[in-house]
């Protein structure tokens, strides 16, 4: 029978079944192998799994061990697995939301809301994401579609802005984690995992809802309470409820295993971190925000303040914040034209700043060589005239990708930096190009920085001392490039310092870069020609700064 039907173009009707007393022998058993499966010629049954667990069986050890061995067995049998532990990613783009806001725009509210309209504009927007298998991308649209269907209908009366959260974050979330759960999902071997540990909301409950449908294995765990999804399941007409007596704290870490043993001191600095390493304190561990987003803050300055903003660290500086996963971080983009009457104070002042921690000294320039167009590359992310948007996650997987050596976190940073510079420059289109080769110019700096640069972002621990690129052009040494100015453009959005000397008072930045992206600082004199001049300065200590004079 297998071989006369294409079992990839049947329609999928996910069953949920009971697991037994041995659960991950269960979730590990193929689905052809599970008891209920089935196909026809139009229909094919896939057992799966998704069982809420509230509370705590025996003690936390055990509860957390348990899922420390969850995590690594999921591992271990699909890269179709996905686990969260502080919800769903929650950045949409700004392309996608303003498609999702026009859309919201053509919704006759008071008519009642068609599913069908939304899910026909959400697919000629580019909105649906598109996997290997034809016929699953279709039933995803579907069953996404029945997951609106059924939330308006379990409501005696429907609250719309509950409604917006769920379809715009379905749709967030659709574009983000499809393909790792479905790409390779064949309906016979191993489904797609999802494993959800504490709190959850409305909007996160019936998108795991929706993935059900699809065929996932969804093991939900809260020892503390029920929570939301328990209320949008609350006719159980997609997933088990078990419920244990015993209750406990929701962790921020549950996938510790169970052989390592907490000391009392690690205990301690665990409850002192609560309370003074939050997200928006004063205080912060070392790499604590390394996973978080940024967003440059470029400050406006006197030229005084450059020497003086220049030696704060980030978190003390003006318009430091943190909130909502995102580090804004004040940085300088500042150019010196001219020098002072007085060269030792020039020189003492220069010498300064490049004497900080974590700074990049240029005057030899350009700083970067000519690259290779990339456009078979910026193709694979952002494909010409369709309306996909630009992939950073296809861009992190691929095998072009040079970065790869660097932390995690900093690479998710940096490819959402090259998708906002190479779609909205602040340099300008100096050839009067066409957009996708302006795009392409740009894109193929930014995948191709080098080594010094990439050094300079991976040292930047951002609560602490803002990297810094100093450039001393005085036109003898050659001069700023088309492309270094498309790579401080992206070292800016990185929330870099970005200082340019010129002693002669020539134009270089100003060719190529906006003018409001940076100050433009004259100071009394020129001199041309100006060899550039090493001198010592002394850093003073804490104490000599506390109590100076």
């Known amino acids: 029978m297998s071989e006369k039907i294409d079992i990839s173009r049947l329609d999928i009707q996910a069953l949920n079944s009971e697991l037994t007393d041995d659960l991950i022998v269960d979730l590990?058993?193929?689905v052809k192998d599970r008891r209920e499966f089935k196909y026809n010629s139009y229909v094919i049954s896939i057992p799966r799994y998704f069982y809420r667990f509230v509370g705590i069986k025996t003690n936390e050890e055990n509860y957390y061990d348990f899922l420390y061995r969850l995590d690594r067995e999921f591992k271990n049998l699909t890269r179709a697995y996905l686990k969260f532990n502080q919800g769903l990613d929650r950045n949409i783009s700004l392309n996608n939301?303003?498609?999702?806001?026009?859309?919201?725009?053509?919704?006759?509210?008071?008519?009642?809301i068609n599913t069908s309209l939304i899910i026909s504009d959400l697919d000629s927007n580019g909105l649906i994401p598109s996997i290997?298998?034809?016929?699953?991308?279709?039933?995803?649209?579907?069953?996404?579609?029945?997951?609106?269907?059924?939330?308006?209908?379990?409501?005696?009366?429907?609250?719309l802005e509950e409604f917006k959260l769920i379809l715009n974050y379905g749709v967030h979330w659709l574009n983000l984690y499809s393909k790792t759960l479905f790409d390779s999902f064949d309906y016979l071997n191993i489904n797609p995992k999802i494993l959800y540990y504490g709190d959850i909301t409305t909007e996160e409950s019936f998108f795991l809802i929706f993935l059900s449908m699809v065929g996932c294995d969804i093991l939900y765990f809260n020892p503390r309470a029920a929570g939301n999804l328990s209320e949008a399941d609350?006719?159980?007409?997609?997933?088990?409820?078990?419920?244990?007596?015993?209750?406990?704290?929701?962790?921020?870490?549950?996938?510790?295993?169970k052989d390592r043993k907490r000391t009392t001191a690690y205990s301690a600095r665990e409850e002192l971190n609560k309370t003074l390493f939050e997200e928006g304190g004063a205080f912060y561990r070392p790499w604590q925000l390394a996973d978080y987003n940024i967003q440059a803050v470029t400050l406006k300055t006197t030229y005084?303040?450059?020497?003086?903003?220049?030696?704060?660290?980030?978190?003390?500086?003006?318009?430091?914040?943190?909130?909502?996963?995102?580090?804004?971080?004040?940085?300088?983009?500042a150019k010196i034209s001219g020098t002072h009457a007085d060269l030792d104070k020039y020189w003492q002042e220069v010498n300064e700043i490049i004497g900080q921690e974590?700074?990049?000294?240029?005057?030899?320039?350009?700083?970067?060589?000519?690259?290779?167009?990339?456009?078979?590359?910026?193709?694979?992310?952002?494909?010409?005239?369709?309306?996909?948007?630009?992939?950073?996650?296809?861009?992190?997987?691929?095998?072009?990708?040079?970065?790869?050596?660097?932390?995690?976190?900093?690479?998710?940073?940096?490819?959402?930096?090259?998708?906002?510079?190479?779609?909205?420059?602040?340099?300008?289109?100096?050839?009067?190009?066409?957009t996708r080769d302006f795009q392409v110019d740009i894109f193929s700096v930014l995948i191709n920085l080098n080594t010094s640069i990439l050094q300079l972002l991976q040292k930047f621990d951002y609560p602490e001392e803002v990297p810094k690129i100093v450039i001393y052009n005085n036109e003898k040494n050659g001069n700023v490039s088309y492309e270094d100015c498309i790579m401080l453009s992206f070292l800016n959005a990185m929330g870099v310092d970005i200082i340019i000397y010129n002693p002669s008072g020539y134009t270089d930045i100003e060719r190529y870069i906006y003018s409001d992206m940076y100050d433009l600082h004259h100071l009394e004199e020129v001199s041309f020609n100006l060899d550039f001049k090493k001198i010592s300065t002394k850093k003073k200590g804490f104490f000599k700064n506390l109590f100076k004079r």
């Open 28 to 30: 590990k058993t193929p």
């Open 358 to 434: 974590n700074t990049l000294f240029v005057n030899k320039l350009p700083i970067i060589d000519v690259v290779p167009l990339e456009y078979g590359k910026l193709q694979q992310v952002y494909p010409a005239q369709s309306r996909e948007g630009f992939n950073t996650s296809k861009m992190l997987e691929a095998s072009w990708w040079k970065y790869k050596e660097l932390r995690v976190g900093l690479q998710k940073a940096m490819a959402e930096k090259i998708k906002q510079v190479t779609l909205n420059p602040i340099i300008y289109n100096v050839d009067n190009q066409p």
């Open 97 to 112: 939301q303003n498609k999702l806001n026009d859309i919201w725009k053509k919704i006759n509210h008071e008519a009642g």
């Open 304 to 333: 005084e303040e450059i020497n003086l903003w220049g030696k704060e660290k980030a978190l003390v500086r003006d318009g430091w914040k943190v909130e909502n996963k995102t580090v804004y971080i004040p940085n300088i983009f």
């Open 234 to 257: 609350k006719f159980h007409a997609f997933s088990r409820e078990v419920i244990y007596l015993n209750r406990g704290d929701i962790k921020s870490q549950p996938w510790e295993p």
């Open 132 to 159: 290997s298998n034809p016929a699953l991308t279709l039933q995803i649209k579907n069953y996404f579609k029945f997951m609106l269907d059924y939330y308006i209908n379990t409501k005696s009366s429907l609250n």
